[in-house]
């Protein structure tokens, strides 16, 4: 039943629903790119010991174009959902952003040869439909906007496809450290191009958080930047190894977890509460959830029996 690679992955998005929580606080008073700067170089300060405990060679891999790869489609995923960010409402744009399991599934097929049958198509559509009851869309202009998160949800696509791919042969700890390596030089490069704040000024709330000078941190805001550090790794350890244990495809529809993490975290921190069609959607996300460990299950029983 995959339990242990569900317990990882549900790990990874608790994770990630605190990290952005803590990254939100944060969005006032410093630099995206600053932010993803510093929680990478805590994560990696972390992670290294953790792969190099088997020596120099836990770095060696024959696979570095996909490395490469896989981390590109991670910043394209972080930088395009950010920007999205900049001129649309939250729930519009992680609605759209909340298709990506959606196109796992299709990468899954298509590039990982892997096959499943008709239960995890409807568990993924289930679940989508959750997401779109607890973001609700409904009011939204099309427009081209809309083609940020987009983006973002093609390059998490990619890079968790990926990720299945390369955990056939490496590491969670090496993957994890090539993630958060991607991060660090991605933002480090941002941050020599526009670190200065030269293209700050825009006034618009979100623009200024990816173009805003980068900052010394104050005392009071250490703590909370160390955290997000340390989840980071967390984050990383535990969706590599959810990916090396089960196929990107069944894995896909637990990532709706992440939205109920965020709405619990939005009221608590934020004052925010889910109205009945969030609620509603809650459910839909926890259903589609249940009917792929039902399909699952089934799956293997058959499977069983047959080499009986």
Do not use: C
């Amino acid at each position: 039943m995959h339990l242990r690679a569900i317990s990882y992955l549900l790990l990874g998005m608790l994770g990630i629903s605190i990290g952005d929580t803590m990254i939100k606080m944060l969005s006032g008073d410093y630099a995206l790119h600053q932010l993803v700067f510093i929680r990478a170089a805590i994560s990696l300060i972390i992670l290294m010991p953790v792969l190099l405990r088997r020596g120099i060679t836990a770095l060696r891999t024959s696979r570095l174009g996909m490395h490469i790869l896989r981390g590109l489609m991670l910043v394209i995923a972080n930088v395009t959902y950010f920007t999205g960010l900049a001129s649309l409402p939250m729930a519009e744009s992680s609605a759209v952003v909340f298709s990506a399991p959606v196109i796992i599934t299709l990468l899954s097929f298509w590039l990982l040869g892997e096959r499943f049958g008709v239960g995890r198509w409807v568990a993924v559509l289930v679940g989508l439909a959750g997401v779109v009851l607890v973001v609700q869309p409904f009011g939204a202009n099309l427009e081209f906007a809309y083609l940020w998160p987009l983006a973002a949800a093609f390059g998490y696509a990619g890079f968790t496809t990926l990720t299945r791919s390369l955990g056939r042969t490496e590491s969670a700890a090496l993957l994890a450290v090539f993630a958060q390596g991607s991060f660090f030089v991605a933002s480090l490069l941002m941050g020599i191009l526009v670190g200065d704040g030269r293209f700050a000024g825009t006034g618009n709330p979100n623009l200024e958080f990816l173009l805003r000078a980068w900052r010394w941190p104050a005392v009071d805001d250490l703590g909370l930047i160390a955290m997000i550090g340390l989840v980071s790794a967390v984050i990383a350890l535990s969706l590599s190894a959810a990916y090396r244990s089960a196929q990107a495809s069944f894995l896909a529809p637990f990532e709706y977890s992440n939205l109920p993490l965020v709405l619990l975290w939005g009221y608590l921190v934020f004052g925010d509460f889910p109205n009945t069609l969030a609620l509603a959607g809650i459910g839909l996300i926890a259903a589609g959830g249940m009917i792929m460990i039902f399909t699952e299950s089934r799956r293997r029983a058959r499977e069983r029996s047959v080499g009986v």
